[in-house]
Every structure is written in structure tokens, then in C-alpha cells.
Nanobody, 122 residues
Framework: QLQLVESGGGSVQPGGSLRLSCVAS????????MGWFRQAPGTERQEVSCINHRGEKAPYAASVKGRFTISRDDAENTVYLQMNTLKPEDTAIYYCAAVPRGYSYCSGPRSWGRGTQVTVSS
């Protein structure tokens, strides 16, 4: 059974950078599209970025376009989210998700990690 574990979150000042990692175990990631989602207190979970099994990327969320970059390393069973020029509004719990091949990017049923907290504050 696929298990996902996120890491790399933390506290950073505005303008700083973080790199999130999501390591999968139990199955090979090349069977999945992989996405990053985030949820701030009192809001719904929203998709930030998604990359399919071919390495093609869905359009980024408008709020992170040009600042965040998703990538995957199937040999390491890991997906990354590089976050640059962080803003206070990026503060949220960031979740990794896996969606089986056959769906359009991250639109299908998702397996979730437990999340990692990102806090952007001066």
C-alpha cells in the first residue's frame, strides 16, 4: 500500500525559500501523478501544483506561479516542491498526494501524506 511522507517544512521569513520533499513507499511512483496541495486555517485544501507520470506539469495555482516549482525523481520515489520568494499568505499545511495513472493530472482519487507545516512570518 502506498504511503507518503512529507518533510522540509518550517518557519521562514518573507522572501525566503524552502524545499519540500515527499517520499513514497510501498509502491513505485511511476504509477502515479503527484501533486502538492495546501490548506490554511479556515480554508479548503487547494491544489498548488501537479506533475503526471510523464513529467508534464499542470498549470500552477495563480498564487504561486513563477515562485514554486514541482519536480519528481522516480528513481528515488520522491517528489519535490521548491518554494521561492515566500509570502505570509503561503503559510499553510502542505500535503503531498498521489493520483493513479489514467486520470487527468491530479483530478482522480488521491492518497495523502500527513502534511508538513510551512510558516512565513517576519
Amino acid at each position: 500500500q502506498l504511503q507518503l511522507v512529507e518533510s522540509g517544512g518550517g518557519s521562514v521569513q518573507p522572501g525566503g525559500s524552502l524545499r519540500l520533499s515527499c517520499v513514497a513507499s510501498g509502491e513505485s511512483l511511476d504509477h502515479y501523478s503527484m501533486g502538492w496541495f495546501r490548506q490554511a486555517p479556515g480554508t479548503e485544501r487547494q491544489e498548488v501544483s501537479c506533475i503526471n507520470h510523464r513529467g508534464e506539469k499542470a498549470p500552477y495555482a495563480a498564487s504561486v506561479k513563477g515562485r514554486f516549482t514541482i519536480s519528481r525523481d522516480d528513481a528515488e520515489n520522491t517528489v519535490y516542491l521548491q518554494m521561492n520568494t515566500l509570502k505570509p499568505e503561503d503559510t499553510a499545511i502542505y500535503y503531498c498526494a498521489a493520483v493513479p495513472r489514467g486520470y487527468s493530472y491530479c483530478s482522480g482519487p488521491r492518497s495523502w501524506g500527513r502534511g508538513t507545516q510551512v510558516t512565513v512570518s517576519s
